[in-house]
């Protein structure tokens, strides 16, 4: 009985990796990567645009 509990462990892990691996992965417009992604690019070209009008010290 023992053998099987220790069987179980590396079992469940693998089941929880593949849930979480599926969950981490997911794909959706709902507050995913691709909404972030888009805000940061956005946000940087600001800074960008901000610099190239700032003044140069010379």
Do not use: C, H, K, Q
Not at 36 to 53: C, L, Q, T
């Amino acid at each position: 009985m023992a053998v099987l509990v220790w069987l179980l462990i590396p079992v469940a892990g693998g089941v929880v990796a593949g849930i979480w691996s599926a969950w981490a992965t997911r794909r959706g417009n709902s507050g995913g990567r691709n909404v972030r992604d888009s805000v940061g690019v956005r946000g940087y070209e600001a800074f960008r645009a901000a610099m190239e009008r700032a003044p140069a010290d010379g």
